[in-house]
């Protein structure tokens, strides 16, 4: 919000960016003139070729800045930072090894030399940057650099924006709300925001977040007019969440800008990216793990050799369409197929109907699963066949859940959820699994369809493999 301490810390990595490139370049020379006895292309003295490497590295910061390593939308996500500055460090060294090409005398004195720095520039920008995070952290935690930031009007939104704005670890310090709620958690009030100017004195104000217009287009005027006149950073959340979510386009049209509201993000190249991926990781899983498929069919007919290997479930993905879900069966002969609570009521305990669905659909020691099946569940591998599904395109590696046809009722917001394909798993599946409620597993949902990035995709797989190994919420 507060552009002159964005700017700062984005100056900042640029000189360690910087210092991190020619670090590599450094010691990429030392490790193939010093440590290779391999004969070389020209002899360059280490003066020369540092000085030619302060001169052509700029090209690869332009390549940092062209995309978007220095904005705070980047920065703030290191998934998203991660993902940038690998692209960005092939891109530089591309523009390096293109530098060489042209000018007439060589760049490097032998040809494994901007390998090595390609490889070596990638660590020390993850190392320079880290450093940055955490030093930059330690100073906000002692109040340094924290931007002052007025908040005015209060709505659904606002707890989850306050909550995260007096994180000590944030960069805003709320000086207080503008509005009529009692509900300000500790935080100072005022009923205008000419009371909030008087008692806090106006350059203390750095930025204004507007989170609920008034009724009056008057005052809403006069407050973006007053940030304007006094250089005050001025933001606003939209009033109609569900119309000005998704993915937001402008556009001139005959001279006036145009929005374009799309549901998610997920168009284009992105979704034909997503697709080959998805290919290319099932695949390759397949193949990988099919040891592991004939060791579990095997022993599935051992424990039970009259029952079915797999377990098929209809569900909905993407547009409405019906596909069937494939999981390794689990639940024993006489009770697959069966609701819990038919399954309960079939093995003559009823009074598991209520403490299962109290306890979040789940029960210690289920009746209805063998040891074998238990041990499936508990390390997520009866969910393995689901791969198969994402190799012919019935699912995603990452997605919203896939829903039963007699769930969708149930989703307020199914016209988000079913604009994408359905995933193994998914934001909901990595942020508690089965301890948190429907409500908010829905909302997860939301927010992934809506802001959909494949970089997003790649965080939520490395979570998932976290959260198996390490069992959270798997029975």
Not at 93 to 111: E, Q, S, T, Y
Request: aromatic letters at 12%; hydrophobic letters at 45%; glycine letters at 6%.
């Amino acid at each position: 919000m507060h552009k002159n301490i964005s700017v700062i810390y984005s100056f900042f990595l640029l000189i360690g960016d910087f210092l991190a490139i020619v670090l590599a370049f450094v010691a990429a020379y030392i490790i193939r003139v010093k440590f290779d006895d391999r004969p070389l292309i020209e002899q360059i003295s280490s003066k020369e070729y540092l000085t030619a490497i302060i001169l052509v590295v700029p090209l690869w910061i332009v390549a940092h800045f062209a995309i978007g390593l220095y904005q705070r939308s980047i920065y703030n996500n290191r998934f998203k930072e991660l993902g940038r500055l690998i692209i960005g460090s092939f891109i530089g060294i591309l523009l390096v090894i293109g530098w060489d090409f042209v000018v007439p005398k060589n760049l490097f004195p032998a040809r494994l030399v901007p390998i090595y720095a390609l490889v070596l520039s990638l660590g020390f920008l993850i190392i320079f940057r880290t450093f940055a995070k955490i030093s930059r952290k330690i100073l906000l935690k002692r109040g340094w650099g924290r931007v002052n930031l007025l908040i005015v009007g209060y709505n659904g939104a606002s707890f989850d924006l306050i909550k995260y704005f007096m994180d000590r670890e944030n960069e805003y310090k709320i000086l207080g709300i503008v509005g009529s709620t009692d509900n300000t958690h500790g935080i100072r009030k005022f009923s205008s925001i000419d009371e909030a100017v008087d008692k806090l004195g106006i350059y203390s104000i750095q930025s204004i977040l507007v989170i609920e217009l008034s009724n009056n287009s008057d005052e809403d005027s006069k407050i973006l007019e007053f940030a304007q006149i006094n250089h005050i950073a001025y933001q606003f959340v939209p009033g109609n969440n569900e119309i000005m979510s998704g993915k937001i386009e402008i556009e001139l049209v005959h001279d006036t800008p145009v929005v374009s509201v799309h549901q998610t993000s997920l168009l284009g190249w992105g979704r034909i990216v997503k697709r080959l991926f998805d290919i290319f990781v099932s695949l390759s899983l397949l193949i990988l793990l099919s040891p592991i498929y004939l060791t579990i069919a095997l022993l599935q007919k051992i424990t039970e050799p009259k029952a079915g290997i797999f377990f098929k479930q209809t569900r909905i993905t993407r547009f409405h369409q019906e596909f069937k879900l494939i999981k390794f069966r689990t639940c024993k002969s006489e009770y697959n197929g069966l609701t819990p609570e038919e399954a309960f009521t079939k093995m003559g305990k009823p009074e598991l109907i209520r403490k299962y669905r109290d306890s979040g659909d789940q029960i210690d020691n289920d009746l209805r699963y063998g040891s074998f099946s238990r041990f499936l569940r508990a390390s997520s591998l009866d969910e393995l066949p689901q791969i198969w599904n994402v190799l012919v395109g019935d699912l995603s590696l990452v997605g919203p859940r896939a829903l039963i046809p007699k769930e969708i009722g149930a989703y307020n917001k199914k016209h988000h959820i079913l604009s994408v394909k359905s995933g193994i798993t998914g934001l909901a599946q990595v942020s508690g699994r089965k301890d948190i409620d429907f409500e908010e597993r829905r909302r997860l949902d939301v927010y992934y369809v809506q802001n959909w990035n494949f970089w997003l995709d790649i965080s939520i797989l490395v979570r998932t493999i976290r959260v198996v190994i390490a069992k959270n919420g798997a029975k």
